[in-house]
């Protein structure tokens, strides 16, 4: 192997991010010409904005909970701050990021006992406390009836691998297949037609890439399992690579998962102090700050040390994935749910499910009293979610039944399966089950601004409909929210045509769902925008 | 209707691909107009202006042209209610984040985003958003302005930069809206790999990327201008390029005002340039140049003279030589920049008019 990744972001990383002559610095040791490095460096936030230590999290989810204000605090204490995008701690907000280190539930009081330093704002001081867990549900171990089981005791017996290792590629991949396993990482397409196309390439390099840059406004699930389930991960990716025949896996996990990347890396050691992961390669590597990078295409280009600006495709990532390998890629969840259904059976796993297979880990936050990640039957309805999450605040007004590009719903649709077929019926998804709850206090044009804010700051800027159509749309409605709407301005009456333009010719789902939150909020709660 | 296998069908009509050919190729080469602007036949395709897109039946999107290669049996259809919405919101967006007066931006290359705009008759009332691309207005180097408002990201330069010129002194740089086209640390040009061939200028679809000259000469822009296709006279590769002449300047008697080289793949040097045929054109109009043939008058100083007695002193002189000393006395030097026909004359003169093998240019070692 050739490249085993490119060191062009880490090197910058460890120069500090990209300050003067970094770029002749990390081009001098890589080879790789000056201006490209630079043009890295320049994508990625956590790199070209280094000198912002602190970060407040602007995701719809926080801002309910007044991020706003928390960030209001942090410019008037004179703190190095900046607004970010999601930090995936949608369940215990304000989230703040020190370094590359999330401290969850910050409030402007301790904003303010920092005096200005931004170094006294610690981990300790949050009442998420150590290691940055949420609510889980259901909260005590249960072994009969979850694939997941996120309250259970890690098990580094590897018993679902050796029975794998016995077994041909062919069994394994006919075991998820009657499992009829769907990607959990927004997208729902069937996990063995990835596993089967990778595995009859000609090609016999292979690879495996763990997806866990997670960053979908709403979405935290991801979080939880790698803190506290590594093993089914690890697990479940020495599995896969047993059955696409790869040697090599790499985890991309985003550069603000400090701890959850130690967490999977003990686990990697837990499994190979008992011998198993004899002949696999991990290879870790950490995000930069771009949200597009958990677009498998981007994040491959990430890999290889680019730009994370999507591919075109086809051809995909199983044909032509990492340096042009083929490559099965997969979300952390879709990977975990793997040991199980090898130890269980294909159809254990598919009858869990109520309208599709499997449990699924839906995340909830906003206007619910114990916002968490819960393990439920795969179709549940948004009542039944709740009610796991101990009921709603207030009166029920929308909800996003899968992170910002899923759009919003109104109460009226609480009682649609939250699956992936039902959902698309509606002109929504479930995407990656990162549901947010809205009640009657939320203005949705304020609503869509957060939203639309955030496809802004993490739109690539590769293609015209994407990169100018989703700062259109946001200045439109800063303008209706602000009054401040002229006759030369964005207009939100033209926003049918630049959303049907954004959705039919950009190049990736960013920009093709990104005017999801605008147009569903304009279909369903036209009150709002008179 | 049975079709070969190497055929499709392009708006019906049943054509014939030839093996790894593109749809906009196999378009363009039936006569069909599918409109691009981040396409260059130079570089690889990589579907990011989204001008391209066309319908292929199979396909859920609409299909970049310029990547998507012909496949038998395929359905192509480049004009239709949805393709047109399509190049027309398209391009209405575009110019939600364009200058729209072209008088006041059109100052070099016509601007070809404008000519898609008026052709497909895009709407332009969507309103404006303000430019926020940074440019680098101190970049010292004499020949090359990025005018970062009229830049659309194509990356056609950058493209064309690392793929063709090999040199990548540029880059796209930051993302999503703020995406421009820098230099690592916003260096100027002079300060990089740079070799000032001025692709980037050529390849630009915007005229983002300008010639300074005539910029700040305040010449008209090259719509207005006459191209005089010649050869350049810089060395003996004998790259074509294109005198822009302004016919009226120069108290009517015509004006060089700028250089630029023809379209890809319809001369020598495929539309490129180097630093001298393409930027070290003022000696053209240059007072010390010699114009006409002058030879030394009795005191020893130059004076105009006809070509016929310039010649016959010239004859005469190396005569002289010749037969006082001998021929060895005699020595021939040409250029590198006289073409490789020139310099055959040269060695020819030298040879066999003046047996003497004493003949040199500076290419030749």
């Avoid at chain 1, 950490?286 to 086809?314: D, F």
């Avoid at chain 2, 499709?8 to 691009?36: C, Q, W, Y």
């Avoid at chain 2, 015509?254 to 023809?262: E, L």
């Amino acid at each position: 192997m050739n490249h085993i990744k490119s060191d062009v972001p880490e090197l910058i990383q460890q120069q500090g991010g990209l300050k003067p002559d970094v770029s002749k610095q990390v081009s001098r040791h890589t080879g790789v010409a000056e201006a490209d490095v630079y043009g890295v460096g320049s994508f990625f936030h956590l790199l070209s904005r280094s000198d912002k230590k602190l970060r407040v999290c602007t995701g719809l989810s926080c801002q309910m909970a007044g991020a706003d204000k928390v960030l209001q605090a942090a410019l008037d204490a004179g703190l190095p701050v900046e607004p970010c995008s999601c930090l995936a701690a949608c369940d215990q907000p304000t989230a703040v990021l020190r370094d590359r280190e999330v401290i969850p539930g910050v409030q402007v009081e301790e904003i303010k006992q920092t005096g200005g330093d931004w170094t006294k704002l610690k981990q300790e001081m949050s009442p998420g406390g150590k290691g940055w867990l949420g609510h889980i549900g259901p909260s005590v171990e249960n072994d009969g009836d979850l694939a997941i089981n996120l309250a259970g005791a890690p098990d580094w017996s590897g018993t679902a691998l050796r029975m794998a290792l016995t077994r041909s590629a062919n069994h394994i991949i006919a075991i998820i297949k009657s499992s009829e396993l769907q990607g959990r990482g927004g997208a729902g397409f069937p996990a063995h037609i990835k596993w089967q196309a990778v595995q009859s390439q000609s090609e016999p390099e292979r690879y495996v890439v763990l997806n866990a840059d997670e960053g979908e406004p709403g979405t935290f699930k991801d979080r939880e399992l790698l803190m506290r389930r590594p093993d089914r991960i690890v697990e479940g990716l020495a599995i896969a690579a047993h059955a696409v025949g790869a040697k090599d896996v790499f985890l991309y996990l985003r550069g603000e998962f400090a701890y959850p990347k130690k967490s999977i890396e003990l686990a990697i050691q837990q499994f190979r102090q008992r011998g198993l992961l004899a002949d696999l390669r991990f290879h870790s590597h950490s995000g930069q700050g771009a949200y597009i990078c958990g677009e498998e295409t981007a994040l491959l280009e990430a890999l290889e040390g680019k730009r994370g600006m999507p591919r075109l495709k086809p051809p995909f990532p199983v044909e032509v994935g990492l340096w042009g390998k083929p490559t099965l890629i997969h979300n952390v969840e879709t990977i975990a749910c793997v040991p199980e259904i090898i130890k269980r059976g294909g159809d254990w796993f598919k009858n869990l499910g109520r309208t599709a297979a499997g449990t699924k880990l839906y995340c909830i936050s906003g206007h619910v009293q114990k916002p968490g990640t819960y393990e439920l039957p795969l179709g549940i309805t948004l009542d039944e979610l709740v009610e796991s999450a101990g009921g709603y605040i207030g009166k029920l007004k929308a909800f996003c039944p899968g992170g910002a590009s899923s759009g919003f719903l109104p109460a009226d649709k609480r009682n649609i399966a939250l699956d992936f077929q039902a959902l698309a019926a509606v002109g929504s998804m479930l995407g990656s089950a990162g549901v947010i709850v809205l009640n009657d206090t939320v203005d949705m044009k304020w609503a869509v601004g957060q939203q639309l804010r955030f496809f802004e700051d993490e739109s690539c800027g590769q293609c015209a409909p994407c990169r100018i159509g989703t700062r259109y749309l946001r200045e439109a409605v800063n303008a209706e929210l602000n009054g401040s709407a002229t006759m030369h301005s964005p207009n939100l009456k033209f926003a049918e045509d630049v959303a049907w333009q954004m959705n039919e010719a950009s190049i990736c789902g960013l920009g093709q769902t990104a005017s999801l939150a605008l147009t569903s909020a304009m279909t369903y709660f036209p009150e709002d925008f008179q | 209707m049975k079709l070969a296998r190497n055929q499709l069908t392009l708006n019906g009509k049943t054509v014939s691909f030839t093996d790894g050919e593109t749809i906009l190729t196999l378009a363009n080469r039936m006569g069909v107009h599918i409109p691009t602007l981040c396409h260059d036949p130079r570089l690889d395709p990589v579907g990011a202006c989204r001008m391209c897109l066309v319908e292929v039946t199979g396909f859920n999107r609409l299909v970049p042209a310029c990547t998507q290669k012909a496949t038998p049996g395929m359905e192509v259809i480049t004009e239709n209610a949805r393709i047109t919405r399509h190049r027309q919101t398209l391009l209405a967006l575009y110019m939600t984040d364009h200058p729209q007066d072209r008088n006041a931006v059109e100052k070099g290359a016509p601007n070809q985003l404008l000519d898609l705009a008026e052709q497909y008759q895009a709407p332009l009332n969507w309103g404006r958003m303000l430019p926020i691309r940074s440019a680098r207005d101190d970049d010292r180097n004499p020949y090359i302005l990025f005018n970062a408002d009229l830049c659309i990201s194509c990356a056609r330069c950058v493209r064309y930069c690392a793929e063709v010129e090999r040199v990548s002194a540029i880059t796209l740089a930051n993302r999503g809206a703020s995406t421009t086209v820098a230099t690592a640390d916003n260096a100027s040009l002079l300060d990089t790999s740079c070799e000032m061939c001025g692709g980037c200028i050529d390849v630009c679809p915007t005229g983002a990327m300008t010639e300074k000259m005539p910029l700040t000469r305040n010449h008209k822009p090259e719509r207005e201008l006459r191209k005089v296709r010649t050869t350049c006279n810089y060395c003996g590769v004998g790259c074509q390029i294109d005198l822009n002449v302004d016919d009226i300047a120069n108290d009517g008697r015509g004006m060089v005002v700028k250089i630029t080289s023809p379209p890809p793949g319809t001369t020598v040097n495929d539309g490129n340039l180097c630093v001298k045929g393409r930027f070290a054109y003022d000696f053209i109009h240059h007072p010390d140049r010699l114009t006409q043939p002058l030879v030394c008058n009795e005191n020893g100083e130059l004076q105009p003279t006809t070509w016929d007695d310039a010649l016959e002193k010239a004859v005469n002189g190396l005569q002289a030589v010749a037969k006082r000393y001998g021929a060895d006395a005699l020595g021939f030097v040409s250029s590198s920049r006289c073409t490789v026909e020139e310099n055959y004359l040269m060695q020819k003169l030298a040879r066999a008019v003046f047996h003497t093998n004493n003949v040199h240019q500076c290419a030749a070692t």
